[in-house]
């Protein structure tokens, strides 16, 4: 079974900085995908980046980019020039190479960007 | 296009009662989840629905917990005999799964708060 950890459950950052945010993962499956999902107070999951495991280039978007270190299991989120609207929980994802398969999240890291 | 839909927004009801929530994917999604966010377990798949296959059903945690899909596309989650643990928000999501395979993008609604008092 695959499990998903979050070992920060809160993180405060300034408007303008940057900050990154920890998970780890464990799986005996060599194909997967990887996730960071924000969940806002509207309660909407939007999802901000994705990671295939056979990639060995980190995934960006924007401001946002993962470091995936495949034989340590970790897949951390670094957002750059944090903005207010960053402010929400974060959830850490997994998925078995199988759009079958159902999402394993992490607990979450709750993430304040303050002014 | 509209993304995923869910009612009710919020749904109050007393211990014993039945609850029905139903979930709209996006138009053309095969796949779809069901999950529950609750303050002490997380984020917990409960089922998926994929096609016409039957539904995997490893993640109700009793059998007063069902689901169907109707024609592959609207889904009703339904809670039967609430109980107090069974507040939560509960999340579906929809994906259109590639012909390739690989994990297709999860669109999430923005779930159902059910309180159960």
């Known amino acids: 079974a695959q499990t998903v950890t979050q070992s920060q459950p809160e993180m405060s950052v300034q408007e303008a900085e940057t900050v990154t945010l920890s998970c780890t993962y464990d799986?005996?499956?060599?194909?997967?995908?990887l996730f960071w999902y924000k969940q806002p107070p509207s309660r909407q999951m939007i999802l901000v980046i994705r990671q295939e495991a056979y990639k060995q280039q980190n995934a960006t978007e924007n401001r946002f980019s993962v470091n995936f270190q495949k034989a340590a299991k970790s897949f951390s989120l670094k957002i750059s020039d944090s903005q207010l609207g960053d402010t929400a929980m974060y959830f850490c994802?997994?998925?078995?190479?199988?759009?079958?398969?159902?999402?394993?999240f992490g607990g979450g890291t709750r993430l304040m960007v303050k002014p | 296009g509209a993304g995923v839909s869910q009612s009710p927004s919020n749904k109050v009801t007393e211990k014993g009662k039945d609850v029905e929530l139903r979930c709209d994917p996006i138009s053309g999604h095969t796949a779809l989840y069901w999950y529950r966010q609750s303050l002490g377990q997380g984020l917990e798949f409960l089922i998926y629905?994929?096609?016409?296959?039957?539904?995997?059903k490893s993640g109700l945690p009793s059998d007063r917990f069902s689901a169907e899909r109707t024609g592959g596309s609207v889904s009703t989650l339904t809670i039967q005999r609430t109980q107090q643990e069974d507040s939560a928000v509960y999340l579906c999501?929809?994906?259109?799964?590639?012909?390739?395979?690989?994990?297709?993008?999860?669109?999430f609604g923005p779930g159902t708060r059910l309180t159960v008092l």
């Open positions: 799986t005996s499956e060599n194909n997967y995908y």
């Open positions: 994802a997994f998925i078995h190479n199988n759009a079958g398969n159902m999402l394993t």
């Open positions: 629905f994929q096609g016409n296959s039957a539904p995997d």
């Open positions: 999501a929809s994906s259109l799964r590639g012909a390739s395979g690989g994990a297709g993008e999860q669109f």
